[in-house]
């Protein structure tokens, strides 16, 4: 495969404006008619040229209802004669139940589903298979009435009926014009719940959730959640749903979290189904966060799509941004903030700063599902925010109107999103747009100096190379900022160049460095620095560790506040990582467990805001600060640090544990959510003090909710207590027959902290409930343990590595999309101490020397190893 570039886009020669596909599926194969009226663009002497998937066999091609010369290329299929436009006609046959990359039309357990973005529609039919062109499509399906009583299309249902020796049909239409990415079909044995919502304007809607009919209990959370999301599209952009009929449907075999199909979401079963005994409180957070982002997609992604697939982030950044924003209004602004900021931190910086970091509009790739990354979603989302504020959220809902008034139903590009902010703000965003084309995570030097009744605040910028990008300039960015006195009030000094708005001082930064001046500001007062993470960067300032431990106590603005926590926490982390490299006593002094103090006696702090604050930064956030990692020292130290916590703070947490505990059952609202997050995370100190063992093992007992009942587990699995073998043995038990309860099971034990764990990986591998084939279990025992146990997966012993690398070319046979997603945590080398590094680079070597390598794993390995 090559290399495709942005520059060089190029209107499609072949546009569909309709096309009627009719499927007959059956056990062994599936026949595929696609007739489509098409119209072309250039040299109509040239042969049309249409995407074909390499698992297509092309039966018949017609043009005008005549058989048409017509050849196949690897990915291609070149029809002669088309002239300047017509019918063509293709029947294609195909073979679901062998199509283990789950692109396409493909078999999970019984039922037939689709997942065609972004290039999965040329596996069922030869097309123009790209978002600029798009056609209203009818779809008929004929398929077993028993096995498939279910049949499912976007759109409207139009017909249905027998057909006799056991088979039936069904049509649909949808009448909204629709790239082919968005096309879905499903057909099974589908239970289904069903619900109403009535639009602003009146329409009623119909709303069905498909599950499994075992699953039809765990619907009821994402049903709600879609409610609110439709109300809350309406109330904040004034976007109504614009069909009658909203479905869903929840898939076990899928490669990503869930599909925006117009009108016909499909959802991998993790992120839809949730129930107390199956899902935690964070579960029912993410399905809630799922469900809002796929059904914002029919605005922001489906009425208006993308151009070609160097614009994802046009919908993926604008969507993720809208989500978080529902998350917050539904739950607590100030957590939703901080949990995706940890996501940032912990997975898009390192991506940025690493071999595979690139722009959040891409400017060339092999494959486009390597693409589908934190940095197109989350940076991107990023990007979204950081306009909304600095154009200000009245601004911003203007521009979003101006978006759709000029786009709606059109194909387009990140800067015409850019340019209806622009145009509906008045504010030059020319700059400011260098965070798409730009990668890297620029770096903010902050720092104060007095001159008399004065002090100016100084901020410097800079961000490193990335690959193929050496220089980089300044990137236009909201600094929002405040002032704390030394009472701990707010005060809000006159500033140069600033404009102080009810949450702080927003300043502008443009420049590699530039100066803001604010009048008469009081001794001793500090400041409050980067509130609300205004702009995705990491800050270096010279405010001391009283400073810190002071806006903990005062500061008004929840991230702030938060980041002086963590930023002690990480000083006295690495400050113990630093001793014990150089074989030195611990430093003496440990500012985050003094200042830890001062919040046990805050009795007015919300119970899920003190977890936060007593969250530790994760091993690899901690690891990105240090010049060369060492992870068994990192992580050896963040021990010490939880340990220190757990000796000089055993009573109050003791006793707050105690008063959290649940007098009555489980409940979901936010307060008894609030008590689960803080006790949980009190039991995981508590487990490292005497005692812990009976406390763990009653907690276990009393549990009668997966938050609770996981909580115990993970101390559990963390631990060498006489219950351990008991309690992940009774956890099996109960999970046996739930798959996303399984995985819990596999997860949990991938991401212990004992340093058995890379073996008893390797033996999880070979436990009768594992395969390489269902995406969801093979994250929750490999991703699992890659990316979130850094001290496990670096092993001394090379052995994480040699897993991994096993294991991508194991999975790259069945599913190279899936494979490619395991690469990244391998070629971040660059970093790690050398004995370490020269194995991870053995470990890519020996995938790049797999002759039969896909490429989408030799993109990604290819470029990791450079
Ligand atoms: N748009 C889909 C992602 C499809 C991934 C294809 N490899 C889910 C989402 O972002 O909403
Ligand atoms: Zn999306």
New binding site residues.
């Given amino acids: 495969k090559v290399e495709i570039f942005l520059a060089d886009y190029e209107p499609p020669k072949t546009v569909v404006t309709d096309i009627r596909l009719v499927f007959c599926l059956f056990d062994t194969h599936a026949d595929i008619t696609a007739t489509s009226t098409f119209t072309r663009n250039g040299d109509l002497a040239a042969p049309m040229v249409l995407d074909a998937g390499d698992m297509l066999e092309i039966v018949s091609v017609k043009l005008d209802g005549v058989a048409a010369r017509h050849s196949r290329g690897k990915r291609t299929l070149t029809v002669e004669g088309a002239g300047a436009g017509g019918t063509l006609e293709i029947v294609t046959r195909i073979k679901p139940q062998d199509n283990t990359k789950l692109?396409g039309l493909y078999r999970s357990g019984g039922m037939f589903c689709t997942?065609c973005?972004?290039e999965g529609f040329r596996q069922i039919t030869a097309f123009p298979d790209r978002p600029d062109v798009m056609a209203r499509y009818a779809v008929r399906i004929e398929a077993d009435k028993a096995s498939c009583p279910v049949l499912l299309s976007n759109g409207n249902p139009v017909a249905s009926g027998g057909l006799g020796e056991g088979r039936h049909f069904a049509e649909w239409e949808d009448p909204f014009p629709k790239p082919s990415y968005l096309f879905a079909l499903v057909a099974g044995d589908l239970g289904h719940i069903t619900d109403h919502f009535t639009t602003a304007s009146g329409r009623r809607v119909t709303l069905n959730i498909y599950a499994d009919p075992r699953d039809l209990d765990k619907c009821d959370h994402a049903m709600e959640s879609l409610k609110r999301s439709m109300r809350w599209d309406e109330e904040v952009y004034g976007l109504e749903y614009d069909l009658d009929l909203f479905n869903i449907v929840a898939v076990g075999d899928f490669?990503?979290?869930?599909?925006?199909n117009k009108g016909l979401n499909v959802f991998n079963t993790k992120c839809v189904l949730a129930s107390p005994e199956t899902a935690t409180d964070r579960d029912y957070d993410s399905v809630e966060g799922?469900i809002g982002?796929?059904y914002f997609?029919n605005w922001t992604?489906n009425r208006v799509t993308c151009r070609d697939w160097f614009q994802l982030s046009l919908?993926?950044g604008l969507?993720v941004f809208r989500d978080q924003e529902f998350s917050a209004d539904m739950g607590s602004r100030a957590v939703k903030r901080l949990d995706d900021v940890r996501i940032l931190r912990s997975h898009q910086f390192p991506e940025d700063g690493g071999p595979l970091a690139h722009p959040v509009r891409p400017d060339r790739y092999v494959e486009?599902?390597n693409f589908?990354t934190v940095t197109v979603?989350n940076k991107g989302a990023e990007v979204i925010r950081m306009m909304h504020r600095l154009i200000g959220a009245e601004a911003f809902r203007k521009g979003m109107d101006l978006y759709f008034a000029r786009h709606d139903g059109q194909a387009v590009t990140c800067d015409d999103f850019a340019a209806a902010m622009a145009d509906a703000s008045g504010k030059d965003l020319s700059q400011f747009k260098r965070w798409y084309s730009q990668a890297g995570t620029p770096v903010l030097s902050v720092s104060r100096a007095r001159t008399g009744n004065d002090v100016i605040v100084t901020i410097e910028q800079e961000t490193a190379p990335t690959p193929g990008q050496p220089v980089k300039e300044p990137f236009h960015m909201p600094f929002l900022m405040g002032w704390v006195a030394t009472d701990g009030q707010a005060i809000t000094p006159v500033v140069t160049g600033g404009d102080w708005r009810e949450d702080g001082c927003l300043l502008e930064v443009r420049e590699g460095r530039q100066s803001f001046t604010f009048k008469d500001v009081p001794e001793g007062a500090v400041p409050s620095l980067l509130r609300g993470f205004s702009a995705p960067v990491r800050l270096k300032s010279d405010l001391t560790r009283e400073d810190l431990a002071f806006l903990l106590r005062y500061d008004s603005d929840p991230f702030a506040r938060w980041e002086a926590a963590q930023t002690l926490a990480r000083d006295q982390v690495l400050g113990v990582t630093a001793a014990l490299i150089e074989g030195r006593n611990a430093p003496a002094d440990t500012p985050f467990s003094d200042a830890v103090e001062s919040l046990f006696a805050d009795k007015a702090l919300d119970p899920a805001f003190l977890a936060e604050l007593l969250t530790l930064p994760g091993e690899v956030e901690l690891g990105q600060m240090m010049e060369v990692l060492e992870p068994g020292h990192l992580h050896e130290a963040r021990e010490a640090t939880l340990n220190d916590l757990a000796t000089r703070y055993e009573a109050e947490m003791r006793a707050r544990y105690d008063s959290l505990r649940p007098k009555g059952g489980y409940k979901q609202d936010g307060a008894a959510r609030a008590a689960r997050r803080l006790a949980n995370l009190l039991l995981q100190f508590l487990a490292r003090r005497p005692g812990g063992d009976a406390l763990v093992k009653a907690h276990y007992e009393a549990a009668d909710n997966m938050t609770d009942r996981i909580a115990a587990l993970s101390a559990v699995s963390d631990s060498d207590f006489a219950c351990r073998g008991a309690i992940l043995a009774d956890f099996y038990e109960r999970s046996k027959d739930e798959p996303l309860v399984l995985d819990k099971w596999f997860a949990v034990q991938a991401t212990s902290r004992r340093g058995d764990t890379v073996q008893k990986v390797r033996e999880l591998s070979r436990h009768p409930a594992f395969t390489l084939k269902n995406p969801n279990r093979l994250r929750s025992l490999v991703s699992s343990f890659t990316m979130l146990n850094q001290a496990g997966f670096h092993d001394p012993s090379g052995q994480g590595y040699r897993f991994l690398a096993e294991t991508i070319l194991a999975v790259d046979k069945i599913n190279p999309?899936i494979a490619a997603r395991l690469v990244a945590p391998l070629g971040r080398w660059a970093r790690v101490e050398p004995a370490r590094q020269a194995m991870m680079l053995d470990s890519l070597r020996f995938i790049l020397d797999e002759p039969k390598l896909s490429d989408d794993v030799r993109e990604l390995a290819a470029k990791s190893l450079k």
């Fill in positions: 692109e997942q973005e972004a490669n990503m979290g869930a599909m925006e799922i982002h796929e997609h992604g919908k993926e969507t486009i599902n589908y979603y999309l």
